[in-house]
Nanobody, 117 residues
Framework: QVQLVESGGGLVQAGGSLRLSCAASGRTFSNYYIGWFRQAPGKERHFIAHITWSGGNQYYADSVKGRFTISRDNTKNTVYLQMNSLKPEDTAVYYC??????????WGQGTQVTVSS
């Protein structure tokens, strides 16, 4: 079982940047995908981006492509989400998740991101 802890959320003005971290512990992750999701108030949770732990292959939802960058540091067992050019509609609780073949079975507790206009 993988344990995940997100950090780095906060309040930022529109146009600003934040970097979220997802620290992972537990079993090895060589065949894992690590994904970021977000959930705005009253809305469903949506996929944002993922990265493969072994090869670093990345994929982004259209809503964040070109603004967000997912990366990993295997030495620290940490995945990052660099968020630039933030918009008020990016306001949400952000979650990281881990699983094999994009079937996410482990989830963090979430971190709040609020973007003011």
């Amino acid at each position: 079982q993988v344990q995940l802890v997100e950090s780095g959320g906060g309040l930022v003005q529109a146009g600003g940047s934040l970097r979220l971290s997802c620290a992972a512990s537990g079993r090895t992750f060589s065949n894992y995908y690590i994904g970021w999701f977000r959930q705005a108030p009253g809305k469903e949770r949506h996929f944002i981006a993922h990265i493969t732990w072994s090869g670093g292959n990345q994929y982004y939802a259209d809503s964040v492509k070109g603004r967000f960058t997912i990366s990993r540091d295997n030495t620290k067992n940490t995945v990052y989400l660099q968020m630039n050019s933030l918009k008020p509609e990016d306001t949400a609780v952000y979650y990281c998740a881990a699983g094999v073949d994009r079937i996410y079975t482990s989830w963090g507790q979430g971190t709040q991101v609020t973007v003011s206009s």
